[in-house]
Each structure stands twice: as C-alpha cells, then as structure tokens.
C-alpha cells in the first residue's frame, strides 16, 4: 500500500487506476466513490485488521468504458502500471504512472468524435494586458494562442475553440466564475501555478519586455519545446497569449510523463487574422451544431463535409470556423477548388484515395505518445502508401502542371511523400497486424532471422520433430512410432501395443490408452522446453522490434505531421469541390470593396432539405455607401429568417474558400458577422425573452464596425409594441448614422419602414405572398417595398387553430384598426375590444391595412417643448461648447441645468 499511497500523494486530484496483475484497483476514497458512480462492488483490504482499506477494481482489458465515464462526470484518472514482469522480479513489482486522462486528453481512438478536435485549453491574464488563451490537440500536436482583450471576447474565442477541458489557476475565481456561467458544460481543472522568479527568466525570453516573470519562464519553456523553429518575437508582441501557451503545454506533458507530445508548431493568431464569428453567431446560424437539440444533422458544417477522412473533417470544420479576411488566401484556396471542380474524374479519382488514408494526424500522434499498436502502424503504412496515387490524381487536375510550392493551401502533397516511412512500416508489419501485442504475430517473416527460427520452433517445430521420429523409428524398430501431441502432457512418443517389446528402457511411460502407450524421451522433453520459451521469446522479440520501430516513426512526428496537414486540405479543397459540383454552387468574386451583391442565392441547409426545385433564389445587395440597411418585411413564414441567414452563411462560405449557393456572388470581405436571431428565456441565468435579446443587441452596437455584416430578427419584439418599435427605429439610427455595417433587419414593425424616408442608406424590401381563396400563398420572392401586412390570423388558421378563435381575432383586429391604437405586430395593444365593442361586429371575411403608430408617416416626434428663441439657441450652443465636463462639479453642473432650463422656457424649472 505504500506504492500506492506514494502514487496517490503525487496525483491528489486524480483517482488513481492502480494496476495488480489482470485488474486496476482502487483504493480508499477513490473506491468509495468509483464503486458508487459506476455501480462496482465495494469490497475491502485486510478485512481482519481493524480498519480495512475499502477497494473497488475493474478488468484491465475492459478500462476504456469506465475511463470514458469517470471523463464524461469530469474526473482525471492516472493509470498507474507495472514496469516490470512479475516473472521475472523478486519482492514488489516496480509500477509508475505513465498517463493521466482527462476530459480534453484523451488517447483512445474509440472515445474520440473523429471529425473534431480534442482541445484541452488554458486561460491566462485579467490585468491591463488583456487575457491569453491557448488551446492543444494532444492527440495530432495542433497548438494554437491568441491574446483577448475582455472576458466576453475570451468567452466568444473559446466558444469557437470548443474545448473538452479548461486549466485555470486556482487564483482566478472571478476569471472561473464568469467562464462558468458563459459555458457550464465546459469541465475547468483548477490548478496551482508556480511562482517563477525574475532569475527564471531571460531578457531575451521576454521577461523585461513585457514585465512579467512568468511571461519570460513561458517563453523558454516554449523554446525548449520547438527549438530552432520557436519565434522568439512572440513573448514581446503576445505576452499573455504566451503564457497561456505555456501553461496548456504544462499541464498536458504532466498528463504523459513517458512520451514527448506531438508538437510542430505553436500558431499564434490575432482576432483581426479571420473573420470573428461569435458564440451568439455561431449558434445562431447553426454552423455546427443546431441551436435546439445541439445535433450536426441539419448544419452548415452537416451540409458542407464531403470529406473522406477523419483530418479532413477536422480540418473543413476548423476553416468553417476561423474563415479568412485576407483577399489573396481567399483567392489561392478558392483557384484549389476551382481545379478540382473541372477535373471531375480526378476529383472522384482522388476522393476514392483520400477514403483509404486513414487518420495519419492521429496514428502519428499516438506513435509519438508511444499508444501506438501494430494496428495503428500498419494503418498508418497503408495510408502513406497511396499517397503516390493521390498526388498522381491532382496533377492530372491540375493539367499537369505543378503549382509553386511556396504557395499555401494549393491542392497538392508537395514533394516529401514519406514514401521511406511507408516502405518500412510495409515491409516490417503484417498487413493485417493485431491491435494487440500480447500474442504477437505481427512482424512479417524475413524481417529477423532470429524471430523466424523462433516463429519455426514456437509454431510446432515440426521439422525438429520429425527429426526424432525418424531417429527413434530407426533406433527401435517400430515402424508405427508417431510424435504426437495433447494439451496434458505436451508432446509424447505413441507406441502400439502389438510393439510394446521394443520400447527402449530409457523412454518413461507417461499415459495408458486403449491400443497403445504413450512415452517420453529426455530429448523429446528438452526440445519440447525449447519450444515453450521459443514462444516468450518470439512475443519479446517481436515487441522489441515493434518498440523500435515506433520510435522510429516517432522521430519523424514532424514531417509526417506536416504531410498530413496537406494531405487534410487536399481532401477540404475535394469535399468543397464535390458540393459545389453537386449543388450548382458558384465561385464568389472576392475583394475589399464592402459590398455584398448576390444574385439568384440559396440557403444551404433549408434548400438540401427542400423538395428539389423547391427553392426560391434571391437577390440580394448591400452597398454601405448606397444600401446599407435592409428593412425586410412580409408576412410570417414568408421565409425573412431564412433569407437574411442565407446571407450571412454565403459571407461565412466565400470567406472560408467554398464555392457558394448562388448563380453570381461579389463579397466585399467582411470582418465580423453578427446575429440576432430568435428569442428565448435563459432560465439557467435568470434572464427573461427580452433581456437576452437586448443583451444580445448590445453586444452588436458596441462591437460592430463599417466593415461588419450584421443580420437582425424581430428587434423589440419580446415587449411591448410602443418599447418595441421604439427600440427597434433607435437601433436602426444608431446602426445608420454611427456604425454604419452593413445591415439585413427582418421585423413585423412595419413602422420602421418609414426610415427609407428619412435616411440616405435605408431600403425597403419584402417577401412577397398573395391572397387566395380564403387563405395565403408564400411567394417567397424579394420584391421592393416594405410590406402592408403580415398575415398572422392567416398562418394561425394553417396552424390548425379553432375557426371560432380565428373568427374572434379577425373582429379583435378590425376593432384594434379602427382605433388609434398601434398595430404594428400581431401584439398591438390598447384598451381591449372585448369590453368596447360586441364579438361580431365586423365581418369575419373583413381585412384593412394595418394601422401605425402616431408616428408611422415619419420620423419620430422631437422632445415636447415651446418653441426656441434663435437667440436664446445660439447663445445656449455657445454656452455648451465653452464648458468642460471634467471640471465642473455636480453642483456647478446642476447649476448650468438649471440655466439652460430658464433659457430654453423663459421659466424656472420645476421645484424637485
């Protein structure tokens, strides 16, 4: 128990999988607990002392279900294993542990979603340098940082990272508490950080620059990790992003104290390098998972993945997310595509290949971590192998001709093929090689000449063995004499009965059956010995030449990594080609000139899901200097949601390097893409309809830029209808004069379409739908104009709603229309028609134009008051320009009030 007790103390916050011969126990408070959350039977150690040990214990062949359980609750588990053979050793076994698994680290293939990341992220920062974040896929080595400014700009990027653990400092409870509740499904490991002193870091690591000791020890942790290839720029330039950095490649190389990670590089980007997509964004437009029932069936990314590999998908869903703002990557990724969607049968050619690569990201990993099995290996010849036909297929797409491998992102394997690691891994493994190792069988015979004699004397020996019946028929007489073997006594000599006279004295009787003896000879049994540890040996042989060769494909993690990152956008620039093809999709036109102009364009999702022709295209343009605003109206379920999201997925699109839905597209490259999209009670935060919707419009006034695409659903309308529309006209200002983003605004407010009267940039636009026989038909076409009305008792009646119900809402209607009341939603209010009129006093059939607020004809009212005196203007705006804010006190500042007040009125102000 002190092993294990000293195992314990060095891993406290983990529950220790101690290895006792074919089990991993558990001991103390970690069985208690594990027995109780997975149902184990608790039992106990040293039952007849007075205070038994309580111990609980699993199979190790069967830890992987239990392991992925004690993740999933967000538990580290550390499997603690014998180093040694116990065969082979006296007293106690040595045992150590050579992982720690925890929910974002994660070697096992079969816990892993294939086709996304498995990032454990750390978090740095809180000060006046903003905060770091740096995220790592233990699993294929990629690393990548970047610096935010505010907690909310940390929550959007980690939102984007989508990480399976967060490490943080056990100091930052403010930092951990508003992560929290921003995501509290994300699992956060709290950790203690050390304490690095200034003699810890160099000058030249970047300790003096940015004034921090930790960002100089982060920086030389950092270059020990990648050598020649680390920037040492880094720490001045990002120092937070550093040391978050730092503190992730900590805590994942403690969670593998026996191998090296599988690092290449440590990409470290800015906000400004791609387009920002946000948490509310994202889920808005449901890029990758939809925003109900959190499933990929029915997204952007479930549309799109054409890939045929898991690196592949990993790496389309990584562009999906982080799309591009500089116009010449834009372009390169999309003249990839292009080829491809040409070349037809190379296309198939190639994406026939990429079916059969495997995960070469992963299979070099966990050859790196040393998780590797025969399996793995041989999967991982196989993959390279067929690499010299991939590249054979994108030459004949690209005409023969290869493009300048300077150039990034090209559809092309560039001239390493690994084609030495493939032969070797080839003519070493079986082709069907076993994931386990503990039988063998696996190395190919001619590889060792040692191994195959002992394969030839473990396998039976049977050469040896004739050999010593021929000898002891010869030496006998007994023509009948077999070696023959069973599962008791090894191998015998079998003699008949009708020759039991000339058994020699020297063999020794083993067994009796029905018509003969059975016996053994000492050479017989000293060849049967040899053929037993024939077989240990052969199993340790093997293991040993297959832990030689996985270090050796270890030692070469770097440029397969790298060829498989090439390999992964290969098949990205296949599976965008293939929808493109498929789907009639165009290539955009990219520049930096803001404008969006689409012509005849699709939603991606709703058109794959729509019957076929189904569809109805749209136009559509945004000019921030002549069409920035797009008031959209027209009646429910004319389709205003889906057509603004359509747009906003054609921006996402374009910018990643995809082909869009679409007969002609110019984007205007945009910097941020903002939603607000839907609405609903946050009960979790105690955050009603209304205040996620302002809270989610906030967000957008304050971050959105001139070069922002922003796309808004029914603003104002989770209250009333005067503070709807009242909020909703200020937005739209405040987005024309002060912002100026591009901007698609949907809403019911029809008043708002009073704002194309009043401002440059404004337009109307509806979707159209006509009345017929009694009912609607949803046109779906964009037409100019705002719309009249929006059809609700009509959609209602489609609902299926009672015909005495819809009866009663066309009289409520008609009675709210012949009043002054607002009517600028199916919501309106004003003194209820049920106690001001009877129940049928207007026609059911009886419909009239929506009404509008008092101030539907214009822009709003200006603030009540006399008129002003030219004069006494002039004399109050010279007044205003003449004082400083700062250097008034409240009571000068109420004292100039109460001045301008008097001025304005002729008056004094009221008394408080």
Known sequence: MRQYLDVKARYPDAIVFFRLGDFYEMFYEDAVYVAGALNLTLTSRDKGKEDPVPMCGIPHHAARGYLVKLTDLGHRVAICEQLEDPRSVRGIVKRGVVRVVTPGVILDEESLDPRRPSYVAAVAGGDRRGFGLGFLDVTTGSFRATEAATVEALCDELARAEPRELVIAKSDRELSAAIRRAYPRLAQTEVALPSPSVSDASPRSGEQIAGSAEVGAAARALGEAFGASWDATLPERFPMATIAAARVLRYARDTQPTAPLPLTKLDVFQFADYLVIDNQARAHLELTETLLDRRRQGTLVDVIDETRSPMGGRTLRRWLLFPLVDVARIRRRLDAVERLVAQHAARDAARKILSQTGDLERLVGRARLGVATPRDLAALGAGLARLPAL?????????????DPGTENLAE???DLGADIAGRLRATLRDEAPAATKEGGFIRPGVSAELDELSAIASGGREGLNAIE????????????KVKYNSVFGYYLEVTRSHLGRVPDDYVRKQTVANAERFVTPELADYEA???SADERRIALENELFAALRDEVAGQAPRLLALAERVAAVDVFAALAEVAHRGGYCRPEIDDSGLIEITDGRHP?????AAAGGFVPNDIRLDPSAEQILIVTGPNMAGKSTLIRQVALTVVLAQMGSFVPARAARIGVCDRVFTRVGAGDDLARGESTFLVEMRETAHILRHATGR???????????TSTYDGVSIAWAVAEHLHEVVRAKTLFATHYHE???LGDTHARVRNVSVAAREWDGGVVFLRKLQPGGASRSFGIEVAKIAGLPAVVLARSRAILASLEGTSAPAGSDRAVRPSPVESGPRAAVPADHEAPQMGLPFSGGAPPSPAGAEVDPAAAAEIVALLRSLDPDDLTPRQALDVLTDLKKKLTGSEPDSP
Not at 472 to 481: A, D, K, Q
Not at 605 to 609: G, K, N, P, S, T
Not at 709 to 715: A, H, K, N, S
């Open 530 to 532: 040899k053929i037993l």
């Open 605 to 609: 999702v709703v058109e794959r899901l």
């Open 391 to 403: 590249a054979e297929a994108l030459l004949q797409a690209a005409g023969g001709e290869i493009a």
């Open 470 to 481: 021929a000898r002891e028929r010869e030496r006998t007489g007994i023509p009948s004499l």
């Open 752 to 754: 708002l379409c009073a």
């Open 413 to 415: 394997l560039g001239p």
């Open 708 to 718: 922002s695409l922003i796309v808004l659903d029914e603003i104002g309308r989770g």
